[in-house]
T-cell receptor
Framework: NAGVTQTPKFQVLKTGQSMTLQCAQD?????MSWYRQDPGMGLRLIHY???????DQGEVPNGYNVSRSTTEDFPLRLLSAAPSQTSVYFC???????????????FGEGSRLTVL | ELKVEQNPLFLSMQEGKNYTIYCNYS?????LYWYRQDPGKSLESLFV?????AVKQEGRLMASLDTKARLSTLHITAAVHDLSATYFC??????????????FGTGTLLAVQP
């Protein structure tokens, strides 16, 4: 079972460069989201999506773009990388489906990004 | 703005002892989650609490939710070294909704010493 797959797992960028973190899930989950994790700050929500074609901002959206053209994919774009974006990024998905909605998130393995 | 606070932030305990981690949140919510994270790893779902008074238990861990007090507890019974990890609570940012907007606490680093 693949679950939530993130690529790349590690990346080093220079300030000002752009890149895309990929996230794909094969569980037919409607909800997907991106978090960043920094020491002492827990996880902070960057962007989220409740379905294909629908995205919204979370707690810390500045400097990041997202789109959701398919149910399976939710890429996160860094437009012009800054050292403050050095972090571990987690993609997560959740199922709304039929029955009781729990909102339980299923996380990918994480992408560790360093911006020099 | 929803805030989620955990305490303690760091907990060193001996094997065999009991302890409780507290999770307080600032606005009305009816969904609370507990996750575990091992160093360098992803987050693993432990408990999903969906109503006031909900109690879930798995092995040496028991979680409860009091929505009136806006408080959840994670109780550890007779700790063992394998429980060493960082524990996060998270609250759904939309009361009564379904948006995937989980707001996380800063985590409690648990170190169980032999």
């Amino acid at each position: 079972n693949a679950g939530v797959t993130q690529t790349p797992k590690f990346q080093v960028l220079k300030t000002g460069q752009s890149m895309t973190l990929q996230c794909a899930q094969d569980m037919n989950h409607e909800y997907m989201s991106w978090y960043r994790q920094d020491p002492g700050m827990g996880l902070r929500l960057i962007h989220y999506s409740v379905g294909a074609g629908i995205t919204d901002q979370g707690e810390v959206p500045n400097g990041y773009n997202v789109s959701r053209s398919t149910t399976e994919d939710f890429p996160l774009r860094l437009l012009s990388a800054a050292p403050s974006q050095t972090s571990v990024y987690f993609c997560a998905s959740s199922y709304s489906g039929t029955g009781v909605y729990t909102g339980e998130l299923f996380f990918g393995e994480g992408s560790r990004l360093t911006v020099l | 703005e929803l805030k989620v606070e955990q305490n303690p932030l760091f907990l060193s305990m001996q094997e065999g002892k009991n302890y409780t981690i507290y999770c307080n949140y600032s606005t009305t919510s009816d969904r609370l989650y507990w996750y575990r994270q091992d160093p360098g790893k992803s987050l693993e779902s432990l408990f999903v609490l969906l109503s006031n008074g909900a109690v879930k238990q798995e092995g040496r861990l028991m979680a409860s939710l009091d929505t009136k007090a806006r408080l959840s507890t994670l109780h550890i019974t007779a700790a063992v070294h394998d429980l060493s990890a960082t524990y996060f609570c998270a609250v759904d940012g939309e009361y009564g909704g379904a948006t995937n907007k989980l707001i996380f606490g800063t985590g409690t680093l648990l170190a169980v010493q032999p």
